[in-house]
């Protein structure tokens, strides 16, 4: 062989070690049912006869969960509001942050830093999930899907006999069982070699998943309203209503903060690496991989970095310059800040305020 063969295939065998490199890392598909976020989706009513299907034009979708959509197209719209609320969320939690759960495409929609295993990614899984159970639930209660109505949930028990159970509640037990359907189909599909890298992140997604669901389904609670003359309550009348997504959005918060480090054991299954704390359950959120630092910009991990974000001078928490801009420092700028003000209650029945003006300090990560 001449040496210009030898270079040939001295170059073809460093590609194909390059891509065993990063094979690990691409444990994720690119595009997930996450981007029905980012695409307006309309009622499946609105389509006219011979224009493409529903279902053909939504990207991310596996094959189950095409399969899916060709049954309920109804909820898929609900689907993606479900989505975009778990996304906003996740944003709200770590605005203060170093990851700040920013989107940065239509397909993945978080980009590569969730092909990591890490306590983030374990959060977006368990509040994606949630956004999907709270969409469902209450679409239900609202008459918009054809497979369910108002909730059937049981009295409860320590309801007092004289209150009336019934109203219209959400239908959390619907919107539980149709979300592990539609959201574990991706995970459920994949067919990884049992006690693989690939397999133990399978695992983590689905335990995540359910951490979110559970949240969602624990978190409701029983809502009354009073009926009577004169507003004197002698009746009331109670249904199941969701919590409001923000106190779902702290819970899981709370999990991610406390979640539990994992790996593959012997038998195929995760298991806790530090072994001294109590096993996690399926509200908790678990995780494989350590977390990148997302100090610095770097297209392996996905992370964004911190450069050019704002940071609070005088706190000493995550939001703080010190620790959001990584000791590299912070630059300060003026800037003009509008706000409503001297608001005063006229009868009857609005608030008139005037429109403010003050120069702020503001300060930016180098």
Not at 133 to 160: F, H, K, M, Q, Y
Not at 317 to 333: A, I, K, N, T, V
Request: aromatic fraction near 10%; charge should be positive; glycine fraction near 8%.
């Amino acid at each position: 062989m001449d040496r210009k063969g030898v270079g040939v295939r001295h170059l073809f065998l460093l590609l194909v070690a390059l891509l065993a490199g990063t094979s690990q890392l691409l444990v994720v598909d690119a595009n997930s049912w996450w981007s029905m976020a980012l695409t307006p989706i309309q009622r499946p009513e609105m389509y006219i006869i011979g224009a493409q299907p529903l279902c053909t034009q939504l990207s991310g979708l596996s094959q189950g969960q095409r399969k899916l959509c060709q049954l309920y197209q109804d909820h898929m719209m609900y689907i993606g509001d479900g989505a975009k609320t778990g996304i906003k969320e996740c944003q709200y939690q770590f605005r203060q942050r170093r990851w700040n759960c920013s989107t940065v495409d239509n397909t993945s929609v978080f980009g590569r830093v969730m092909q990591i295993g890490s306590r983030e990614t374990a959060f977006t899984y368990a509040i994606s999930a949630a956004g999907v159970v709270n969409a469902i639930s209450r679409a239900c209660r609202e008459g918009e899907l054809s497979t369910c109505g108002c909730s059937r949930a049981a009295r409860p028990r320590d309801l007092p006999r004289d209150w009336l159970w019934g109203g219209c509640g959400d239908n959390v037990h619907y919107g539980y069982r149709f979300a592990r359907e539609f959201v574990d189909a991706r995970e459920r599909e994949k067919n990884f070699p049992r006690g693989s890298a690939e397999h133990s992140r399978t695992l983590m997604n689905l335990q995540n998943n359910e951490a979110g669901r559970q949240a969602v389904y624990n978190l409701a609670n029983v809502a009354c309203k009073c009926h009577g003359v004169s507003g004197s309550c002698s009746l009331k009348t109670c249904w199941l209503q969701l919590a409001d997504f923000r106190r779902v959005g702290e819970f899981l918060k709370e999990k991610y903060d406390s979640a539990a480090a994992m790996r593959i054991g012997r038998r195929g299954k995760l298991e806790q690496v530090d072994k001294r704390f109590n096993p996690p359950t399926p509200e908790d959120l678990v995780y494989i991989d350590p977390s990148p630092d997302y100090c610095l910009h770097n297209e392996t991990t996905g992370s964004l970095g911190t450069q050019g974000r704002l940071c609070n001078k005088t706190s000493e928490g995550m939001d703080g310059c010190e620790l959001m801009c990584c000791g590299r420092g912070y630059d300060q700028f003026k800037m003009y800040k509008h706000e409503r003000c001297h608001c005063k209650f006229h009868w009857c029945c609005y608030v008139k305020c005037k429109r403010c003006t003050s120069l702020v300090d503001q300060f930016v990560c180098k």
